[in-house]
């Protein structure tokens, strides 16, 4: 009977360091994953890797590792329990563990927390860049528009001031040509009647001045239409 209990007490304390053993190896290997999780999680709030496509399949992938490490670490210190009930094992060596527990526990709660919440933060500039570039483009579309509109309504503006210009050159050459006529008419009449010159150079006055009044408003015109369209 007594060999008995001590072969059962032995068996408990093999598996005793048994079970310890591989809850030091789950409580190394999660403080890398937990590590690794925290700086993916960073990047991502940064808008780097972590917000692409693949760098939410990796905290995908590293989380759900994570869960399944705490999970097995829990089942460890269910073993160890049963260990410690048996005078196999430290009471104080399990709740050191537990407390361990926990605390990763308590870490990879506030990291999936940051990464959700930088996650949703990433998501929300987004929009705003978004609505930001869709802005600035209707604004150039609308200047470039309103551009245009004002360039058609100044060539409108310019060709309607050089066919007025062309218009008055076409009539003070009218009026020139009907004068020419006319003085020609007299100086046939003047070689009959040399009483009239006097009467012809007033009308070679009047042809003068009006030349000077068409080279005057013509040049007028121009210089409008120059300061006008370069303004």
């Known amino acids: 009977m007594f060999m008995e209990a001590t072969g059962g007490l032995a068996q408990q304390a093999r598996r005793w360091e048994e079970v310890r053993r591989r809850a030091r190896q789950l409580e190394n290997s999660l403080d890398q994953k937990l590590v690794s999780l925290s700086k993916l999680g960073a990047s991502s709030g940064r808008g780097g890797g972590g917000g692409s496509e693949t ?43 537990r407390d361990i527990l926990t605390d990763y526990q ?24 978004t609505d930001i570039n869709a802005f600035r483009a209707q604004g150039r579309t609308g200047l470039i528009l309103s551009e245009n509109e004002s360039l058609k309504s100044s060539e409108r503006l310019a060709d309607q001031q050089i066919d007025l210009a062309m218009s008055v050159k076409e009539n003070l050459l009218g009026q020139n040509r009907v004068v020419r006529g006319v003085q020609n008419r007299l100086n046939a009449v003047a070689t009959r009647f040399p009483t009239m010159n006097s009467l012809i150079h007033k009308i070679n006055l009047r042809k003068r001045r009006d030349a000077i009044v068409v080279a005057g408003v013509t040049a007028l015109c121009l210089v409008l239409l120059i300061v006008y369209v370069f303004r």
């Open 106 to 129: 308590k870490e990879f709660q506030r990291t999936r927390h940051n990464i959700e919440a930088a996650r949703e933060r990433e998501e929300l500039l987004g929009s705003v860049r």
């Open 55 to 97: 760098g939410g399949h990796m905290l995908a992938s590293m989380s759900a590792e994570v869960e399944r490490l705490l999970s097995e670490l829990s089942s460890c210190h269910s073993a160890m329990t049963e260990c410690v009930e048996s005078g196999a094992g430290s009471l104080h060596t399990l709740q050191r563990h």
